[in-house]
């Protein structure tokens, strides 16, 4: 079993449309949660961070994290064709490596 | 302020070579993180070093994979007798600071093909 799953996708949506993207992971010992977005090409960008529970906005951006689930979400509200790109889930114990999800592709038509 | 430089962007070696991997990170930035995505799969942590020291490999191959970050210099992931299963893109990351959460900062990493 893999410490973070994260399906692959695609991810085909209208432009506007509410996207919700999902990881969960069995280690119980990660305390930061990360997504990442990725262009084609290039290295992935951090969107957002939390750490334990909770949830996290930044603009169109919203990060949930449930510990007692194990379960990782973003929503992308009004999707736009630029959000096209791979999103990636990531975690961290402490200050050092992340263990990162297999990544899901989204592709927003316009 | 430049982000993480790596170079070359595209590496082509033919079975047997050795490939070397560069990685300037950010200025300011002490920590240097390797990653390995190969085809249809997220990112794998390789090594993660500080300046003269390894301090977690625990990614990395046993055979043929090294890696440094001098005193001077950019750091080095030197992969000796390349194999066409090492063909991936290799991404280098920095942060300022392990002691709490620090954002590592990724460079638009090296795309290596073995013949």
């Known amino acids: 079993q893999k410490e973070v799953e994260q399906d692959p996708g695609p991810l085909s949506v209208p432009e506007g449309a509410i996207v919700s993207l999902n990881c969960t992971y069995s280690?119980?010992?990660?305390?930061?949660f990360m997504w990442y977005r990725q262009y084609s090409r290039k290295g992935p960008e951090l969107l957002m961070y939390t750490y334990s529970s909770g949830n996290k906005e930044d603009g169109r951006f919203t990060a949930q994290v449930d510990k007692s689930s194990k379960y990782i979400s973003l929503f992308i509200r009004d999707s736009q064709p630029s959000d096209s790109a791979t999103y990636l889930c990531a975690m961290m114990e402490y200050g050092n490596k992340l263990v990162f999800g297999a990544g899901t592709i989204l592709r927003v038509k316009s | 302020n430049a982000g993480v430089m790596q170079n070359p962007r595209h590496l082509v070696r033919r079975r047997g070579q050795e490939a070397r991997l560069r990685c300037s990170p950010m200025k300011g930035h002490s920590h240097v993180y390797w990653y390995r995505q190969l085809p249809e799969e997220g990112l794998k942590f390789m090594v993660y070093l500080q300046k003269e020291n390894i301090i977690d490999e625990s990614g990395m191959p046993k055979e043929r994979f090294s890696a440094e970050f001098p005193k001077e210099g950019p750091s080095i992931l030197r992969i000796q007798q390349v194999v066409r299963g090492d063909s991936a893109a290799y991404f280098c990351a920095s942060s300022s600071d392990r002691l709490s959460y620090n954002e590592q900062f990724f460079g638009p990493g090296t795309r290596l093909t073995v013949l």
């Open positions: 280690n119980s010992a990660f305390q930061y």
